[in-house]
């Protein structure tokens, strides 16, 4: 009886181990994708902070640039730590299993995907309809530009069919300057006159 007991025992611990190793790897990737969150929520919040206080403590601005440098390295090493970490603990586990399962990323790829995906074909819409806009209303301009010139040489058309009109109306102008040139003359010719006189 007590080989029936012992086997029992033996024969449940095993999965009573992978049962503890799975939640033991399940809780962790929780924890470390809270921590994943927090640290990119510092890595807003920390320079921010830094900069408040630049301008309200009013001094060295070295002083707060080396802060805000070396708090950006130390976030970032705490990131890379966790994301080692909980890749090592997902290897060991699939290890342990004999499988080669996929290792889970703190980061879910697909899930930004798919956030990214319905804005980006909004985007694409609006930049199609924009430039569907922009190419009619260059259609219409040079529809405009078109008919303008059209409009140009028929009144250039009508215009040189009237010569005589406008010979016309240049001649009376080129006699008076004519007669304003022969008024100029005598009057020139009167005070030379006077002159001759008066000497």
Known sequence: MNEDTNSNTTSTEPSDIKSRVLAFRDNAHAENVKKLKAGIKCIFTVPACFLILLFLTGSSKIIFLV????????????????????????????????????????????SIYTKVAAPKKKLDNIITNVKTDIQTQITA??????????????????????????????????????????EQNAATENIEADKEELS
């Open 67 to 110: 802060l805000w440098i070396a708090s950006l390295f130390i976030i970032a090493a705490y990131l890379i730590h966790v994301e080692y970490s909980d890749y090592k603990v997902q290897e060991m586990v699939n290890s342990l299993q004999d499988t080669e399962d996929n290792i889970d990323g703190l980061i879910d790829i697909n």
């Open 141 to 182: 301009v040079q529809d405009k530009v078109v008919e303008m010139a059209e409009s140009v040489q028929m009144d250039e058309q009508n215009n040189t069919g009237q010569p005589d009109e406008l010979v016309d109306s240049v001649q009376p102008v080129e006699q008076d300057d004519t007669v304003s040139s022969t």
